[in-house]
């Protein structure tokens, strides 16, 4: 199974900071079709994840540009340019080109 | 709009079996695939697998082969997902999510204990 491997595992910031999280991958989710199914997802506290981006760099509909996504094969970066107090929780990524699919173990976004 | 609205929550014993509903709405319940994902307390989540709502063909992750079940009520838009001979290690909260989880239930909790 892919592993994905979140860092850091918390991270601590201040409103209107940017911050990145990193995913990294155990082989590459580059998908025979072209396309890299790599997804992140936020999950508020109490709550279901949602959606924020899709294939590596696609904003989900409704999510603030604010969030933006790079990355390639096995490296991927969710970074948050200017952080808001409804952006704490976890975010998790979670890939779909190889079954089964996988996610990473989380990061929590916290308040400094 | 579109919404998945999961069932309430259940405390089971030891060796009961459960059954969750996931019931779709504001979309073609058939045009989108269904997974389900298995999250225990204060973990991280985990896919279970997924089910063709066309076909009704499931197919289920590793860890998830034997005491679940995925089944359809496709004139219903409701997806199901029955575990039984349930295990204290059954203990979670069970989201069902669409498609590559461009929407989620809002879960359900399962509570095995004795």
Redesign the interface.
Same mark, same amino acid.
């Given at each position: 199974d892919v592993v994905l491997t979140q860092t850091p595992p918390t991270l601590s910031a201040t409103i209107g900071q940017s911050v990145s999280i990193s995913c990294r991958s155990s082989q590459s989710l580059l998908d025979s079709d072209g396309d890299t199914y790599l997804n992140w997802l936020l999950q508020r506290p109490g709550q279901s994840p949602q959606p924020l981006m899709y294939s590596v760099s696609n904003l989900e509909s409704g999510v603030p540009n604010r969030f933006s996504g790079s990355g390639s094969e096995t490296d991927f970066t969710l970074k948050i340019s200017g952080v808001e107090a409804e952006d704490l929780g976890v975010y998790h990524c979670m890939q779909a080109t190889h079954a089964p699919w996988t996610f990473g173990g989380g990061t929590k976004l916290e308040l400094k | 709009q579109i919404q998945l609205v999961q069932s309430g929550p259940e405390l089971k014993k030891p060796g009961e079996s459960v059954k969750i509903s996931c019931k779709a709405s504001g979309y073609t319940f058939t045009d989108y695939t269904m997974?389900w994902v298995k999250q225990a307390p204060g973990k991280?989540?985990? %896919?279970m /697998?997924w089910i063709n709502t066309y076909t009704g063909k499931p197919?289920y *992750?590793?860890d998830f082969k034997g005491r679940f079940v995925f089944s359809l009520e496709a004139s219903a838009s409701t997806a199901n997902l029955q575990i039984s001979n349930l295990k204290n290690e059954d203990t979670a909260t069970y989201?069902c *999510?669409r498609h %590559? /989880?461009?929407?989620?239930?809002?879960?359900v909790m399962v509570t095995v204990s004795s």
């Open positions: - | 997974h991280g989540l985990k %896919w /697998g197919t *992750a590793d989201f *999510a %590559w /989880g461009d929407y989620w239930g809002q879960g």
